[in-house]
């Protein structure tokens, strides 16, 4: 199967809008323009000819590109260096459709596939119509899961017991079944500004309390435009028209400029991050981001919810909330270390999850699977040896969220990782 034929007009496209931008800055360019394309219809004539020829070069780079979909899923392109990704069909992680600003002006969509394989195991398949996107992307997300739903079926015939702390692999996929299919939680635009904004404005107003300071104004606005602009409209992409809903899987569906379909498997999700910004406090909401096996890219699913909505989330994936009740905790040694959030720093131990808590000023909740910690780390520096303290990281799967808990006693720490260890 081929490419839409319009990928790579769009690709030459980009490139060529890039490279315009930055030549027009420049104003022995700009003159030279005004000079020879002083009229109209000699500015047409240049303008198509450059056209016919993007679209006569475009047409063998296009010839090269294929891609099929079998028992192996196979990408090829390259016209002089063929280059060659593959994967074979059971190993498909996630498969989400993509619709980039620029192609989606065309009509145009990504289909990724994500597979077991590391960081670089995504096969991004560049560009096809949204509905043939949709259509493949529900084609292998069938083929995954009724092959991971017999993977699991066999794995459960062979094991009459499982030890403590570990989930029944078989209601992990389908975890909460009997709740799934109703759930619907989205985020409002109005809420989808405000929160951006405030999460930005902290940064915003230190940058401009120094720049002020400092009386570099003009460097100020620079220093503004590129450490404050990206992450505030990467948040509102994010969160622009959000719309979680629930069954086996995870479907989400966000994006302003960049619009994105996306399922998580449940059984996928290993941990989840739950942050609140110092601003956001005022109204309650908070910041839900997953690690996800097979996942490589960023995986907040709620990037401004209310309390409620997290918890919505967090019972459909781990069924429990997101209270903690701790089972250890800092000690008042510790403040020596974590003067600010050290009365903050507590974790709970359940027979299937693990919950940590920390930070005060921007108060943060990990919540993860006995089952899926894949190694305990007990470290301690220095003056935590002389305290008598010690932090005991979880290891889960590679993405955003990280398990670490800080500054226990070292007899805790023992307890807590013989206790982990028993029930791996």
């Not at 709620?302 to 009740?325: A, K, N, S, W, Y």
């Not at 050290?342 to 699977?369: C, D, M, T, Y």
């Amino acid at each position: 199967m081929r490419v839409h034929r319009l990928s790579p007009m769009v690709r030459i496209a980009q490139s060529c809008i890039a490279v315009l931008v930055v030549l027009l800055v420049r104003e022995d360019f700009r003159s030279f323009i005004l000079d020879h394309l002083s009229t109209w219809w000699i500015a047409l004539l240049v303008l198509l000819g450059l056209i016919a020829v993007t679209w006569v070069l475009s047409g063998i780079w296009w010839r090269a590109t294929s891609f099929s979909i079998g028992e192996e899923i196979s990408y090829e392109h390259g016209v002089f260096s063929k280059t060659t990704r593959s994967a074979q069909r059971e190993n498909i992680q996630a498969v989400d459709v993509v619709e980039p600003f620029f192609p989606r002006l065309f009509g145009l969509a990504e289909l990724r596939i994500e597979t077991a394989g590391g960081d670089d195991s995504v096969i991004a398949i560049r560009y096809l119509r949204p509905a043939q996107a949709h259509e493949l992307r529900k084609e292998l997300l069938s083929h995954a899961r009724h092959a991971g739903e017999d993977a699991i079926e066999g794995a459960a015939e062979d094991t009459d017991a499982q030890l403590p702390g570990h989930r029944d692999a078989k209601t992990q996929g389908h975890a909460h079944d009997d709740q799934a299919g109703d759930a619907d939680v989205s985020i409002p635009v109005s809420r989808a500004l405000l929160g951006a904004g405030l999460q930005q404005a902290p940064r915003l107003l230190i940058l401009l309390l120094v720049f002020w300071a400092l009386d570099l104004a003009s460097i100020g606005l620079i220093a503004i435009a590129f450490s404050v602009v990206p992450p505030l409209f990467r948040h509102l992409d994010q969160a622009w028209q959000m719309r979680l809903r629930f069954s086996n899987t995870l479907n989400l569906t966000y994006g302003l400029a960049n619009r994105s379909h996306s399922d998580i498997p449940l059984r996928r999700v290993h941990a989840a991050r739950i942050k609140q910004y110092p601003l956001w406090r005022f109204f309650g909401w908070w910041e839900v981001t997953l690690a996800v096996s097979g996942y490589t890219e960023n995986t907040t699913v709620l990037p401004v919810g209310t309390r409620e909505e997290v918890e919505e989330v967090l019972q459909r994936i781990f069924g429990r909330d997101m209270d903690i009740h701790a089972t250890f905790s800092s000690p008042k040694q510790a403040k020596w270390i974590s003067p600010i959030d050290w009365k903050q720093q507590q974790v709970e131990l359940e027979q299937e999850h693990v919950v940590l808590s920390f930070g005060r000023i921007a108060p943060q909740r990990v919540l993860l699977n006995r089952a899926d910690i894949q190694a305990l780390v007990l470290s301690r520096g220095p003056v935590q040896h002389k305290l008598g303290v010690c932090n005991l990281e979880c290891a889960v799967v590679h993405g955003p969220v990280r398990a670490k808990i800080r500054d226990l006693r070292t007899e805790d720490a023992q307890t807590l990782l013989d206790q982990l260890r028993a029930g791996r």
